[in-house]
């Protein structure tokens, strides 16, 4: 299950999950991972039936998301994906890209922004993301520019 986060309990499970895929697997440094943003943004969290996380994502959009869509009011920023190890392969990421999606729809964006790892281009370019620009290093890590535009339902 996938829900847009409410409360406390939730933001700290976002925060963990994120701390374990990008701080302990990938490396980045906690300054860069935890930019101040959260709590201006909408942030989910996919959890396993008994209620344990498995992933999170969030959505920026607005003035604190222009720096990331070109300062069009009308596309959302997708980012802070991340799949517990234990949950990958069970479409749980692209549960969480509906999941965002979604939210970005109900609040009247018409496209999505994101900046893509490279390794992980095939998996958004499957949910209907196309990458343009030059690769570039984010944390240390090579990217790439991907947008989507979005529909009044996106696909499921």
Do not use: N, W
Not at 10 to 29: K, N, P, W, Y
Not at 66 to 83: E, K, W
Not at 110 to 121: E, G, N, P, V
């Amino acid at each position: 299950m996938v829900r847009v986060v409410q409360d406390p309990a939730d933001v700290e499970a976002c925060l963990a999950v994120r701390r374990q895929v990008f701080v302990d697997e990938q490396g980045v440094s906690e300054d860069l991972e935890y930019d101040g943003l959260d709590d201006r943004a909408v942030q989910v969290l996919a959890v396993h039936h008994d209620g344990t996380p498995l992933g999170t994502g969030r959505l920026l959009h607005g003035p604190v998301a222009a720096d990331r869509t070109g300062g069009d009011p009308r596309v959302g920023a997708l980012g802070r994906l991340a799949v517990l190890r234990a949950a990958r392969g069970r479409g749980v990421g692209a549960a969480l890209v509906r999941g965002i999606e979604a939210a970005a729809v109900e609040r009247g964006l018409t496209a999505m922004d994101l900046h893509a790892q490279t390794h992980a281009l095939a998996f958004y370019e499957r949910l209907g993301y196309a990458a343009h620009g030059p690769e570039f290093l984010d944390a240390g890590i090579a990217h790439r520019a991907m947008r989507k535009e979005l529909t009044a339902a996106p696909a499921r």
